[in-house]
C-alpha cells in the first residue's frame, strides 16, 4: 500500500470515524477495514472483477465504500456449487407453478400478436 492511501486512513484510523456511504479507495478500505491483513488488496480486485464488490472508477483509481465492503463480506446462505452449475447447465425452464396466471400471461401475450417494426 502506498502511504499517500493511508494518510486520510491515518487522519481518522477506525472505521467509526468514517461515514457508511463515504467513498474509499481499495487500498484505504483494506488498511481500514481489515488491518490484520485478512483481507487484501488483491482480495478486494477479485471481488470487483466477480461482481461482489460495488465500486466506482474515478480517475483512474477504484472506489468503494464501507457499507458495499459490509455488504460483500456478509454472510450469504447458498447452495453447494455442483447444484448451481448442474442448474446452469439444464436448458430446461424452472417448472410453472402457478398455471392460471402463466395461461394468462400466455393469453395476453398471443394477444398482444408479434412486436411492431418501427416505420422506415
Known sequence: MTDRALTRVAARPAVTDWDEDEILTLFEAVALMFPDGAV???????????????????????????????????????????????????????????????RARLLAEFDRGPPKRPPD
Open 40 to 102: 487484501t488488496i488483491s482480495t478486494l480486485r477479485t471481488a470487483k472483477r466477480k461482481r461482489e464488490l460495488a465500486t466506482r472508477r474515478i480517475a483512474g483509481a477504484d472506489w468503494t465504500t464501507i457499507a458495499h465492503v459490509r455488504e460483500m463480506i456478509r454472510p450469504r446462505l447458498s447452495e453447494p456449487a455442483a447444484s448451481r452449475r448442474r442448474r446452469r447447465a439444464s436448458p430446461v425452464p424452472p417448472p410453472v407453478t402457478d398455471l392460471e396466471a402463466e
